[in-house]
């Protein structure tokens, strides 16, 4: 590892919404036409995943801006970032162009309640859940002969 892994992700977090790109670009380290080798991707997402951070995108980062990777937030390794699992529940994604920074309107989430004055986060996940409709369980099915 180098220097660079030793330091922490920028803050993709404007204060209100985690900040995404908007589409992945043709240089994506999810593409192809990755800037990296294969070896060097592998050694990113580790780091990554250890640090429980997210990778940002080059090209909003080559213009001094924090936007997480369109591919890194669709891949498994995305998925299984805690920051983007908590945005994603609470409908705090918003999608921008990574060169400007501006929200791209057709992609961005639907905002949910915000935090009120004096509301925890934590209130605020439990408010959400009890306003989702729960998931409708599939009775198992039975087996020709087996009785209850």
Do not use: W
């Not at 192809?32 to 940002?56: N, Q, T």
């Not at 309640?113 to 729960?134: C, D, M, W, Y």
Request: charged share 30%; with cysteine; net charge positive.
């Amino acid at each position: 590892m180098d220097d660079d892994d030793a330091r922490p992700a920028p803050n993709a977090f404007d204060g209100k919404h985690l900040l995404v790109s908007e589409a992945r670009c043709d240089e994506c380290l999810f593409t192809k036409g990755r800037v990296v080798s294969e070896l060097r991707k592998r050694d990113i997402l580790k780091h990554c995943y250890r640090e429980g951070s997210y990778f940002i995108c080059h090209k909003a980062s080559l213009k001094g801006r924090a936007v997480i990777c369109r591919g890194f937030a669709e891949s498994q390794d995305g998925a299984g970032n805690q920051a983007i699992q908590v945005a994603k529940f609470l409908g705090c994604i918003r999608y921008v162009d990574p060169a400007t920074g501006e929200p791209s309107v057709a992609t961005t989430q639907p905002e949910r309640q915000e935090l009120g004055a004096g509301q925890s986060l934590r209130e605020l996940v439990e408010s959400e859940a009890l306003t989702r409709q729960p998931a409708r369980r599939k009775r198992p099915r039975r087996m020709p002969g087996s009785q209850r």
